[in-house]
């Protein structure tokens, strides 16, 4: 069943699928990740805010997001951006940003909607005793979420933040539309400059379970973890 099969182009090619491709992958997974956490964080704290049109902006910010195909959403800031640049900086003409920086923006835009309320839930685990002690010690708002919820709400959460984004770390291989070169994107050039589809795809998909598979078995320990500490 093998027989035609020649694995030997994964050996030959490991140097641009891991130094390129994967690495163009963990680095956009990293700063999206990052980026989408401290966005979501202020999103969660404007929708649990008491102040006037907050909640509601923060409400609609995350349900259109989560209503929109990522694929879109990629395309949509990709051709986007360059124009917002042109009219915030007041230029002639759109702002070069280039493919990382647009989906970099994309991934952390998109992820902060599902970051946010993956925030808001560890914020309302908090019994609200201690945001009524923080304020009766005389801490503001900002200080007790900063210093006594959101170290907390961090930790009650940090399992789901991880597998968050995991899936954060399948989606980044849509930037394959805009033709970058991240790990599947690679291996796709790969196989169809020597025309072994079927073993590149094999290897691609076996590559994405693997990392997936344990950073999964890392985050269920963590979460053990986490379980007993509390």
């Known amino acids: 069943m093998f027989s035609n099969f020649d694995f030997s182009v994964i050996l030959n090619s490991w140097r641009y699928l891991f130094f390129d491709g994967m690495a163009f992958t963990l680095t956009l997974t990293a700063l999206a990740a990052v980026g989408g956490v401290v966005l979501g964080t202020l999103i969660a704290m404007m929708r649990l805010s008491g102040l006037p049109v907050l909640p509601q902006v923060a409400k609609a910010y995350v349900n259109f997001m989560r209503s929109l195909p990522l694929v879109l959403v990629i395309f949509w800031f990709y051709f986007l951006v360059p124009y917002i640049g042109q009219w915030v900086i007041g230029a002639e003409r759109p702002i070069q940003v ?56 961090f930790r009650n959460m940090l399992p789901v933040l991880l597998t968050q984004t995991i899936v954060l770390f399948q989606d980044t291989s849509l930037v394959y539309v805009l033709s970058i070169t991240d790990f599947l994107g690679a291996a796709s050039k790969i196989a169809q400059r020597d025309g072994r589809l079927v073993e590149m795809y094999v290897f691609a998909a076996i590559v994405y379970f693997a990392v997936c598979f344990i950073a999964s078995l890392l985050v269920r320990r963590l979460q053990r973890r986490v379980a007993i500490i509390r």
Do not use: D, N
Request: proline share 4%.
């Open 98 to 153: 280039g493919a990382f920086s647009s989906s970099l923006i994309t991934f952390t835009l998109f992820e902060a909607a599902y970051f946010s309320e993956i925030m808001r839930a560890g914020i309302q685990s908090i019994p609200k005793g201690q945001a009524a002690a923080a304020s009766a010690l005389g801490l503001t708002y900002w200080q007790s979420m900063s210093t006594v919820i959101l170290p907390q709400a």
